[in-house]
């Protein structure tokens, strides 16, 4: 291997000796050369000696003084929330949704409120030209908002564009699968494309403290379509979610490097744009009237986000001595058996002459064993023939000898469950809760079954 040189550098001219001497052979100067850290000498050291060659970069304490960053509110107090309290200047934040769902509506009007307040605010559409953002703009009234539009594809372009006037507080780019950098080959929207024109963006955006929203496509199911790294590039991920059949949709962070992804916001499409709901419940419970005997509301986690199921039980007495059927839709049948053991060992509430049947409003599959005290509670209400509360969440995890156990999120479930309207929960003992939702704790299944009859 090749002996590490060590170099001696003059600091009054920059020349270089091979070893020490008391005056600079260049300038003449004396007592100048200094040792420095050993000169690569191979193509191995090349690439594995970091230690010398660079730059040094002055290190910070965690104790240096920062300012919070400034967030500037967009006036849609929905949109706000979701992503934690306003837009951070710099800040680069992802939207993606189905096709048609509003993503556009919901940014353009998001611009026109941020430019009527005088913020400097950017429109780029890949996909539409500038007249049909325009009309766009007409029918959601919004027509004489100072927004800037352009119909653009090249990065460079809208770079150039930014730089020349003087930039702005918020570029929209509208979609990140249109766009198109000549730094490097390939058509718009290929992963490389993507990245590289992200990637370009995202740079402009953090040093000039604009702030940047990037709209982007979804595969068909459901996860933003292009690189995966396009999410860890930005610092914000938003989904827009809704059923097109229906009008509510919602607003949700999946990654905020800012603040918390656990709020929603709630919007409802109609003729004239995106309109806030700041209460859903009004929206979710219309199809809720008097309470139903039979019927349970669930905090179910999905992945990790939190979704409310409607559990329901129906209950039918037998005359006849037959084997009465258990029959469970997206619930598993033989924890439905093992819940009615509990209730008839534990709690004396015997279903042995009833049928018994189960399901998951919706068609959604529940496997989570929190949702046992739901079940429970739903089975118990169709034999009694007493509803539980329409504004009550039901949660907590059956053990054999009828203990309810805590659950896993259950912060992130009952802050949904207060987000949609709910206002009282059942659950296990331990769990404490702030947002305003009227908590009943219950150790054993024997007192929810007292509970519901009244005992
Ligand atoms: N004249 C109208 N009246 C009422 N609602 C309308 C009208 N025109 C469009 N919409 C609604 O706006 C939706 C389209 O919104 P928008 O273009 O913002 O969606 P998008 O998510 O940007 O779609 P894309 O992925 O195609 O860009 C339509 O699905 C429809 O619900
Ligand atoms: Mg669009």
């Known amino acids: 291997m090749a002996k590490p040189k060590t170099r001696y550098v003059c600091q009054s001219c920059g020349s270089v000796a091979s070893r020490w001497q008391g005056q600079c052979t260049d300038c003449s100067e004396w007592n100048t050369l200094v040792q420095e850290s050993a000169e690569v000498s191979s193509i191995f050291a090349a690439k594995h000696n970091l230690q010398g060659g660079g730059r040094v970069i002055p290190l910070v304490g965690l104790d240096h003084p920062v300012a919070l960053p400034e967030r500037i509110s967009t006036g849609i107090a929905e949109f706000d929330r979701a992503i934690g309290g306003g837009i951070v200047p710099g800040s680069a934040m992802l939207v993606g949704g189905d096709p048609g769902i509003g993503k556009s509506t919901l940014l353009l009007q998001v611009c026109a409120d941020l430019a009527a307040k005088g913020r400097g605010v950017i429109y780029v559409s ?3 030209s500038a007249e049909q953002v325009r009309l766009r703009a007409v029918r959601l009234g919004l027509g004489k908002a100072p927004v800037r539009l352009a119909s653009a594809t090249s990065v460079r372009d809208i770079l150039t564009t930014l730089g020349d ?15 198109h950098s000549d730094l490097i080959e390939g058509a718009p929207g290929t992963v490389s494309q993507v ?19 990037l709209v982007g496509h979804v595969t068909k199911d459901g996860t933003i379509a292009g690189p995966r790294v ?3 590039m930005v610092d914000t991920v938003l989904s827009f979610e809704g059923e097109r059949s229906h009008q509510y949709r919602i607003l949700r962070a999946m990654k905020n490097r800012f603040g918390g992804t656990d709020e929603i916001g709630v919007f409802a499409m109609e003729g004239q744009g995106l309109t806030e709901v700041p209460n859903p419940s009004a929206l979710f419970l219309t199809h809720r009237g008097e309470p139903v005997s039979g019927t349970s509301v669930f905090p179910a986690i999905e992945g990790s986000r939190p979704v409310l199921v409607e559990i329901q ?14 029959a469970a839709v ?15 060992a534990r709690c004396g509430v015997s279903f042995a002459t009833a049928e018994v049947y189960l399901n998951v409003a919706g068609g959604y599959r529940l496997s989570d064993p929190a949702a046992d005290l ?55 003992k331990g769990i404490d809760c702030d947002d305003g939702v009227q908590l009943t704790r219950f150790t054993n299944l024997r ?8 005992r």
């Open 195 to 213: 990245r590289a024109s992200a990637q370009e963006l995202v740079r402009f955006a953090k040093e000039h403290g604009t702030a940047l929203i």
């Open 165 to 179: 006037n003087g930039g702005a507080d918020l570029l929209v780019i509208d979609s990140i699968q249109t766009m």
């Open 230 to 232: 396009l999410e860890h």
């Open 126 to 128: 890949g996909e539409e």
């Open 447 to 454: 007192e929810v079954v007292d509970h519901i009859l009244g």
């Open 313 to 326: 039980a129906l209950t039918v007495r037998l005359a006849t001595g037959a084997t009465p059927r258990r």
């Open 330 to 344: 997206g619930w598993d049948s033989g924890r439905l058996a093992m819940i009615l053991a509990v209730l008839e």
């Open 374 to 428: 739901a079940v429970a509670a739903a089975l118990v209400s169709a034999l009694s023939e007493r509803p539980i509360a329409s504004e009550c969440v039901v949660l907590g995890e059956i053990a054999l000898s009828g203990e309810i156990r805590p659950v896993a999120h259950a912060g992130l479930r009952l802050k949904e469950a207060a987000k949609l309207g709910f206002e009282k929960a059942w659950l296990p």
